[in-house]
C-alpha cells in the first residue's frame, strides 16, 4: 500500500516577462530517514524562476525502490504563480510500503504549458530495529 500527499506554501518576489518556468534549486528533503509502514511528513524547498509570472502547478513525482510511482498536481497559489522568483516549501506526507531509496521529482508548468526540467531529492525508508 502507497500513501502520498503533498502541499505547498511558497513565497515570491516580483512578476516579469519570459518562457518556460526554471527550477533553479530543491533542498534536501527532511528527515532524510523515515521507517516503512509508518506515515511521516517530509518538508524540503523548491526554488523556481518564471520569467513571465503565470506558475500554475507543481508535478510532484514518487518513486519507490522497486520503481513503482506515485504522481500528485499541486496548484500554486495565485500570488505565488504571478511571482518572478518563488520559494516553494514542500510538505510530503508518505508512508513507504519497504525499505531503500525513494526519489521525489518535482517539474513546474506555467500556464501556456511550459514545463520546466525535473530536479530531484531522496529519501530512505528503513525497517525498524
Known sequence: M???????????FVACGGG???ITAI???DPSTVPVGVASLLTGQVAITD??????TLQVTLTTPSKETVSSSIEVGEEAGKARNSTVSLRLQVLPPEAGIYTIAVVAVDGD???SEARTAEFTAANAD
Request: overall charge negative.
Open 51 to 56: 520569467d513571465d509570472g503565470n506558475l500554475e
Open 20 to 22: 518556460a518556468p526554471t
Open 27 to 29: 533542498t534536501s528533503l
Open 113 to 115: 504549458g511550459n514545463e
Open 2 to 12: 502507497k500513501a502520498f500527499v503533498a502541499s505547498v506554501m511558497a513565497s515570491f
